[in-house]
């Protein structure tokens, strides 16, 4: 079936608000096994809507509208979806008392046009929404499927894994399963270069690639009578590329993260760890704390920004940041020595870079990073060259860390291993 979502909002064509909706809901979609070919950002006016949602039914089967179901005049979703479909509105009780309840709750005064919320097209289905007061609402006529969530994520997401997701699901014949092979230390291109001859002969299952924040994504999905068959189906596939890419597979589990992966490496081998930041200032330490259960493992962070603070928190020589410079290979292995005496962690990870957009030179240009990576002892720098502006060189930055925490750990204990010390 081919699906079509279309944002509804002034604020998201005037760059106000970034439409992370669009992006959750495609990825969502692809997983299910919709094919999606159109994506529509609309304003909050009645004519352009209304052509929009024309336009849309003409050419896909499901229609995934977020956004404008508030209680404003320029809330238009509904009631313009409402009329293409031929729907009247009529005075929901349930979700009339349902807003009323939001609002006494929180002890705040409820404004008549918070009831236009309540209003729901004939014959729909009704969608709760316990984190807001605009219901979700499901039109279905003549094999198209129109429905309506609200824009705000914390509402949006919650209600479409909850409810929507599996209203879409019973629309697929067969079933769909989906598994996610996530990929860290090999670039997009590499990994598209070493699939090539699995995505050509494709039929079922089928291979999507998606580039993250310094990692790929490989999500196999299956279509079969049953989960039990589609499930046989994929595993081949995933086996092949466990193969293929080795150690370089973090999980394949889609609620794992790059970060939770070596949290668990950590507290599998009963490691603690220390980081040290410059130009990220923080944002490696902050990545790792997410982590529920991060305490057991991780014993500080330290942010040594200026050469001052190198000095000072981590006993940097002088003479190394005369000579080499604070960006340089030399001063990422000294903070990870440092940081290891000072904090007393089995692993310890520096960061040391330019990430601009000012400072950088011919010599050591606006991108230059370098990493080091202590494990038990055994220190790695590498030098990394990322491009991007100041927030896609620190977010890279940070990603590249993980990976070479999780390179470390894994290498240090095959090499002990196969020594015979362990």
Same mark, same amino acid.
């Given at each position: 079936? *081919?699906?079509?979502?279309?944002?509804?909002?002034?604020? #998201?064509?005037?760059? &106000?608000?970034?439409?992370?909706?669009?992006?959750?809901?495609?990825?969502?979609?692809?997983?299910?096994?919709?094919?999606?070919?159109?994506?529509?950002?609309?304003?909050?006016?009645?004519?352009?809507?209304?052509?929009?949602?024309?336009?849309?039914?003409?050419?896909?089967?499901?229609?995934?509208?977020? =956004?404008?179901?508030?209680?404003?005049?320029?809330?238009?979703?509904?009631?313009?979806?409402?009329?293409? $479909?031929?729907?009247?509105?009529?005075?929901?009780?349930?979700?009339?008392?349902?807003?009323?309840?939001?609002?006494?709750?929180?002890?705040?005064?409820?404004?008549?046009?918070?009831?236009?919320?309540?209003?729901?097209?004939?014959?729909?289905?009704?969608?709760?929404?316990?984190?807001?007061?605009?219901?979700?609402? *499901? $039109?279905?006529?003549?094999?198209?499927?129109?429905?309506?969530?609200?824009?705000?994520?914390?509402?949006?997401?919650? $209600?479409?894994?909850?409810?929507?997701?599996?209203?879409?699901?019973?629309?697929? /014949? =067969?079933?769909?399963?989906?598994?996610?092979?996530?990929?860290?230390?090999?670039?997009?291109?590499?990994?598209?270069? $070493?699939?090539?001859?699995?995505?050509?002969?494709?039929?079922?299952?089928?291979?999507?690639?998606?580039?993250?924040?310094?990692?790929?994504?490989?999500?196999?999905?299956?279509?079969?009578?049953?989960? +039990?068959?589609?499930?046989?189906?994929?595993?081949?596939?995933?086996?092949?590329?466990?193969?293929?890419?080795?150690?370089?597979?973090?999980?394949?589990?889609?609620?794992?993260?790059?970060? +939770?992966?070596?949290?668990?490496?950590?507290?599998?081998?009963?490691?603690?760890?220390?980081?040290?930041?410059?130009?990220?200032?923080?944002?490696?330490?902050?990545?790792?704390?997410?982590?529920?259960?991060?305490?057991?493992?991780?014993?500080?962070?330290?942010?040594?920004?200026?050469?001052?603070?190198?000095?000072?928190?981590?006993?940097?020589?002088?003479?190394?940041?005369?000579?080499?410079?604070?960006?340089?290979?030399?001063?990422?292995?000294?903070?990870?020595?440092?940081?290891?005496?000072? /904090?007393?962690?089995?692993?310890?990870? /520096?960061?040391?870079?330019?990430?601009?957009?000012?400072?950088?030179?011919?010599?050591?240009?606006? =991108?230059?990073?370098? *990493?080091?990576? &202590?494990?038990?002892?055994?220190?790695?720098?590498?030098?990394?060259?990322?491009?991007?502006?100041?927030?896609? #060189?620190?977010?890279?930055?940070? /990603?590249?860390?993980?990976?070479?925490?999780?390179?470390?750990?894994?290498?240090?204990?095959?090499?002990?291993?196969?020594?015979?010390?362990?």
């Amino acid at each position: 079936m *081919i699906v079509e979502l279309i944002s509804v909002g002034t604020e #998201i064509l005037l760059g &106000n608000i970034v439409n992370t909706n669009a992006a959750y809901l495609s990825e969502k979609c692809a997983a299910l096994g919709l094919s999606c070919y159109y994506q529509d950002v609309v304003g909050d006016n009645e004519e352009r809507l209304r052509e929009t949602i024309q336009t849309a039914l003409s050419r896909s089967d499901i229609l995934l509208l977020s =956004g404008g179901l508030g209680p404003t005049q320029d809330d238009l979703t509904k009631e313009v979806a409402a009329s293409v $479909m031929g729907k009247a509105l009529y005075l929901h009780e349930e979700s009339k008392a349902a807003i009323q309840a939001f609002f006494e709750k929180r002890g705040l005064e409820i404004t008549d046009n918070n009831w236009k919320q309540a209003m729901m097209p004939e014959g729909c289905i009704v969608v709760d929404n316990p984190n807001g007061t605009a219901p979700g609402i *499901i $039109m279905a006529e003549n094999g198209k499927h129109v429905i309506l969530m609200p824009g705000p994520p914390n509402e949006m997401i919650p $209600m479409f894994e909850t409810s929507i997701m599996p209203y879409l699901g019973r629309l697929q /014949s =067969g079933v769909i399963f989906s598994q996610t092979v996530k990929i860290c230390g090999v670039g997009e291109s590499k990994v598209e270069t $070493m699939v090539k001859d699995l995505i050509e002969g494709q039929t079922n299952p089928t291979i999507a690639t998606y580039a993250k924040t310094g990692e790929v994504h490989l999500r196999v999905t299956a279509t079969a009578e049953g989960e +039990k068959e589609a499930r046989k189906l994929v595993k081949p596939i995933v086996k092949d590329l466990k193969a293929r890419f080795g150690n370089n597979i973090y999980t394949t589990d889609d609620e794992v993260t790059l970060e +939770k992966s070596v949290v668990d490496l950590l507290l599998a081998n009963k490691l603690t760890i220390s980081t040290v930041e410059s130009c990220t200032g923080g944002l490696l330490a902050a990545r790792l704390i997410n982590v529920p259960g991060v305490s057991e493992v991780f014993k500080s962070g330290y942010i040594a920004y200026s050469n001052k603070a190198k000095r000072r928190l981590l006993g940097i020589k002088k003479n190394t940041l005369l000579k080499h410079g604070a960006v340089s290979k030399e001063i990422a292995k000294e903070m990870v020595k440092g940081a290891a005496l000072v /904090s007393k962690a089995d692993v310890t990870v /520096s960061v040391t870079g330019i990430a601009g957009p000012d400072g950088g030179s011919e010599e050591k240009p606006v =991108g230059l990073v370098y *990493i080091g990576c &202590n494990v038990c002892g055994r220190i790695t720098v590498k030098e990394y060259h990322f491009s991007g502006d100041r927030a896609k #060189i620190r977010d890279n930055t940070v /990603s590249a860390a993980l990976s070479l925490m999780r390179e470390c750990i894994l290498q240090y204990y095959s090499e002990v291993t196969f020594g015979g010390k362990k």
